[in-house]
């Protein structure tokens, strides 16, 4: 499975954006880029995800690169229940495809 | 409702019990999964069913048995576990095991082995 590189940590102030970045040099055509977060104490919840083009939702904006071989996801507007911990994850296309974590970047946000 | 449920939150079992984790989630989802967190660590893959059937077994030791009775529901049954299995166990499920799928979480259970 191609492999993501993310910071292990990063902080914020509340109500800053906040960049999240992602590289994943070896992705290959068929791979979206799905990012997940883990707030403390729960489940990985989806956040957003693409293939090629700039995508938008209700909790995030997902930026990537020309060359795929880098992506960064925005919060706009960090608030303190958006300290987690963020994966992006690479998924292949196909049947029972696997979702592998990597370490993710833990995201503290101060007041 | 995009809910995954589990239970028990939390079990603690010694090395000789019995014991099985259940997964529930009436989305209509066709794929389940289960995954292990070790403290600090990212969740990793152990099982894949796909439309009932498990698909993917990550070379995950026998001592861990998965069932998935009907669409709905998925177990996991464990047996002579070690305390190194101690862990927080997460069930998911998705529309179809496809690559765009969203997985949905349940908030897992968290596992003492003594």
């Known amino acids: 499975d191609a492999k993501t590189t993310q910071p292990n940590s990063m902080e914020s102030n509340e109500e800053e954006p906040v960049h999240l970045p992602c590289n994943h040099s070896t992705i290959s055509g068929t791979d979206y880029i799905h990012w997940y977060r883990q707030l403390p104490s729960q489940g990985p919840e989806y956040v957003i995800h693409?293939?090629?083009s700039n995508v938008n939702n209700r909790m995030a904006s997902l930026a990537i690169a020309e060359d795929r071989k880098s992506s960064t996801l925005i919060l706009h507007r960090a608030t303190l229940r958006d300290a987690a911990v963020y994966y992006c994850i690479l998924r292949p296309t196909g049947t029972a495809s696997k979702l592998t974590f990597g370490t993710g970047t833990r995201l503290q946000v101060t007041l | 409702d995009t809910e995954v449920t589990q239970t028990p939150k939390h079990l603690v079992m010694g090395m000789t019990n019995k014991k099985s984790l259940k997964c529930e989630q009436h989305m209509g989802h066709r794929a389940m999964y289960w995954y292990k967190q070790k403290a600090k660590k990212p969740p990793e893959l152990m099982f894949v069913y796909s439309y009932e059937k498990l698909s993917i077994n990550e070379s995950v030791p026998s001592r861990f048995s998965p069932e998935c009775p009907n669409s709905s529901l998925l177990n996991l049954h464990l047996h002579a576990l070690q305390p190194e299995d101690s862990a927080l166990y997460l069930c998911a499920s998705s529309q179809d095991p496809g690559g765009r799928e969203t997985q949905y979480f349940g908030p897992g259970t968290r596992l003492l082995v003594l």
């Open positions: 693409g293939l090629t």
